[in-house]
């Protein structure tokens, strides 16, 4: 499982879906996780993706409405040719798999651009994370035998991208608010 590093930068304050969130951030520092240690891998039967970031707080409990939890997702598109900057269009959706502490369980999303995700269940992910060391370790895997509209298909021997992001529950990042890879990584899945 080879790593490489990919560089993160928060995202847009005007790719934001609504003008309360421009507003409220506009000023504010986030998506200041600059690094994620990426490494894929499969087994024939599933996808793994095991992601690093450094952490100086683990925000795994949720205990008022003012915490937020750490959280990473991978982005994949579900039609070649899909955005990575604008979550993807009607035309050309992206499928992010998520995970975040203080959920435990990780799920399946669709968006069609910017504030349109959509809750897809757990489509098959799986996730084991581990707090250490102040940083998280997260694995997240899926099968290849899902076949659901708004679902990225993967199959081992296909070229296809891979975009992340990271949100930092002590700086009360959640959804737009968050560091995000700017460009498509390129996936390939060897046979």
Same mark, same amino acid.
């Given at each position: 499982?080879p790593g490489e590093t990919v560089q993160l930068q928060p995202t847009p304050i005007g790719s934001q879906p609504s003008?309360?969130?421009?507003?409220?951030?506009?000023?504010?520092?986030?998506?200041?996780?600059? #690094? #994620?240690? !990426?490494?894929?891998?499969?087994?024939?039967?599933?996808?793994?993706?095991?992601?690093?970031?450094?952490?100086?707080?683990?925000?795994?409990?949720?205990?008022?409405?003012?915490?937020?939890?750490?959280?990473?997702? !991978?982005?994949?598109?579900?039609?070649?040719? =899909?955005? #990575?900057?604008?979550?993807?269009?009607?035309?050309?959706?992206?499928?992010?798999?998520?995970?975040? =502490?203080?959920?435990?369980?990780?799920?399946?999303?669709?968006?069609?651009?910017?504030?349109?995700?959509?809750?897809?269940?757990?489509?098959?992910?799986?996730?084991?994370?581990?707090y250490q060391d102040k940083a998280w370790h997260v694995v997240l895997a899926r099968s290849f035998d899902v076949d659901?509209?708004?679902?990225?298909? #993967?199959?081992?021997?296909?070229?296809?991208?891979?975009?992340?992001? !990271?949100?930092?529950?002590?700086?009360?990042?959640?959804?737009?608010?968050?560091?995000?890879?700017?460009?498509?990584?390129?996936?390939?899945?060897?046979?």
């Amino acid at each position: 499982m080879p790593g490489e590093t990919v560089q993160l930068q928060p995202t847009p304050i005007g790719s934001q879906p609504s003008h309360y969130v421009i507003n409220s951030w506009r000023e504010k520092p986030y998506g200041e996780s600059g #690094l #994620l240690e !990426v490494s894929a891998a499969h087994n024939g039967e599933a996808l793994l993706f095991r992601l690093s970031w450094p952490d100086p707080t683990e925000d795994g409990r949720i205990d008022d409405t003012d915490r937020f939890g750490d959280g990473v997702a !991978v982005l994949l598109p579900v039609v070649e040719g =899909a955005t #990575l900057q604008s979550m993807g269009s009607v035309e050309r959706p992206v499928n992010a798999w998520y995970w975040r =502490a203080d959920l435990g369980a990780p799920f399946s999303v669709t968006a069609k651009g910017f504030g349109t995700t959509v809750r897809k269940g757990n489509g098959s992910i799986t996730a084991f994370a581990r707090y250490q060391d102040k940083a998280w370790h997260v694995v997240l895997a899926r099968s290849f035998d899902v076949d659901e509209e708004g679902i990225a298909a #993967l199959q081992p021997g296909m070229t296809t991208q891979a975009g992340f992001a !990271v949100w930092q529950g002590s700086n009360r990042e959640r959804a737009g608010i968050k560091a995000a890879s700017a460009e498509w990584e390129p996936l390939e899945i060897e046979v």
